[in-house]
Nanobody, 118 residues
Framework: QVQLVESGGGLVQPGDSLRLSCAASGRTSFIYVMGWFRQAPGKEREFVAS???????NYADSVRGRFTVSRDNTKSTMFLQMNSLKPDDTGVYYC????????????WGQGTQVTVSS
């Protein structure tokens, strides 16, 4: 089993930057893909970015060029560097992971709140 804990959320102004972290524990060697999702108030959860097994990354069109996803040397911690934040970026950000060679996200963190407001 893999446990995921997000941190780094907060209240910032438009144009500011924020760095989120996702710490994985448990059987982290089984992690295949790690991804970030977010859910705005009254909205459905949406994909933000992912760190793939082969070192590649994926980004939603809404964040491409502003957000950067990465992992540390242990591959058990994922980061999301968020620059040029917009009010539309507001929401609860969730970390998720797949296991083995599956691309289905089966492990989820509890989320960290990001609020972008002037």
């Amino acid at each position: 089993q893999v446990q995921l804990v997000e941190s780094g959320g907060g209240l910032v102004q438009p144009g500011d930057s924020l760095r989120l972290s996702c710490a994985a524990s448990g059987r982290t060697s089984f992690i295949y893909v790690m991804g970030w999702f977010r859910q705005a108030p009254g909205k459905e959860r949406e994909f933000v970015a992912s760190s793939l097994w082969n070192g590649g990354t994926n980004y939603a069109d809404s964040v491409r060029g502003r957000f950067t996803v990465s992992r540390d040397n242990t591959k058990s911690t994922m980061f999301l560097q968020m620059n040029s934040l917009k009010p539309d970026d507001t929401g609860v950000y969730y970390c998720a992971s797949s296991e083995a060679t599956s691309t289905n996200y089966v492990n989820w963190g509890q989320g960290t709140q990001v609020t972008v407001s002037s």
